[in-house]
């Protein structure tokens, strides 16, 4: 069992330039989540999902747009980059409720110049 | 909004002692569910601890227990026997219960000395 993989794991892309974070779990999970960690911060949810074909924005959506066509992966692209965009993102995915506990990917470090 | 706040920003304990990290949350929900998660230097955010808000049961795990106050909202977390390995920077997280979103804290940083 992999949990949830993420790549890259680093990157840097200069501004205006778009990219796609990939994430993909073998959980069979439901849910899935994208999050941002700025330095010395919490995360922060930018996206998440109930399923297949549904997604929703979190707390800071701006800049970022996701899809969900299968169970298993859940993108999150970068439209035009910034340098406020420079973080840690994370990918998370849990099963159906009541139990909520996220399982979490090793994270893509990307740095926006 | 839901916030969730830890005033601690470091803590420090000694090897084999007793450390406890606070954490406060503001919530006009009754049912609900809080973490802690630890992340270590490899970034990796591995869970600790989970509390279901209609247990008044405080959560344990072998080392790791939970001080969980619903009146006052405050989640807090008692480490013992402090171990080198358990140097790391803990959140606390809050889970509304609906749709599994986590809201987290800004990070208390432990540091654990020989």
């Known amino acids: 069992n992999a949990g949830v993989t993420q790549t890259p794991k680093f990157r840097i892309l200069k501004i205006g330039q778009s990219m796609t974070l990939q994430c993909t779990q073998d959980?069979?999970?439901?849910?899935m989540y994208w999050y941002r960690q700025d330095p010395g911060m919490g995360l922060k949810l930018i996206y998440y999902s109930v399923g297949a074909g549904i997604t929703d924005k979190g707390e800071v959506p701006n800049g970022y747009n996701v899809s969900r066509s299968t169970t298993e992966d859940f993108p999150l692209r970068l439209e035009l980059a910034a340098p406020s965009q420079t973080s840690v993102y994370f990918c998370a995915s849990s099963s159906d409720p009541p139990n909520y506990e996220q399982y979490f990917g090793p994270g893509t470090r990307l740095t926006v110049t | 909004a839901q916030t969730v706040t830890q005033s601690q920003p470091e803590m420090s304990v000694q090897e084999a002692e007793t450390v406890t990290l606070s954490c406060t949350y503001d919530?006009?929900?009754?049912?609900?569910?809080l973490f802690w998660y630890k992340q270590p230097p490899s970034r990796q955010m591995i869970l600790v601890i989970r509390?279901?808000?209609?247990?008044?049961q405080n959560a344990t795990e072998n080392r790791f227990s939970v001080n969980f106050q619903k009146a006052a909202k405050s989640f807090s977390l008692k480490i013992s026997d402090s171990q080198l390995g358990d140097a790391a920077m803990y959140f606390c997280a809050y889970n509304p219960g609906n749709t599994g979103k986590l809201i987290f804290g800004q990070g208390t940083t432990l540091q654990v000395k020989p």
């Open positions: 959980m069979n999970h439901n849910y």
């Open positions: 509390q279901e808000a209609y247990k008044q």
């Open positions: 919530t006009s929900e009754s049912d609900y569910y």
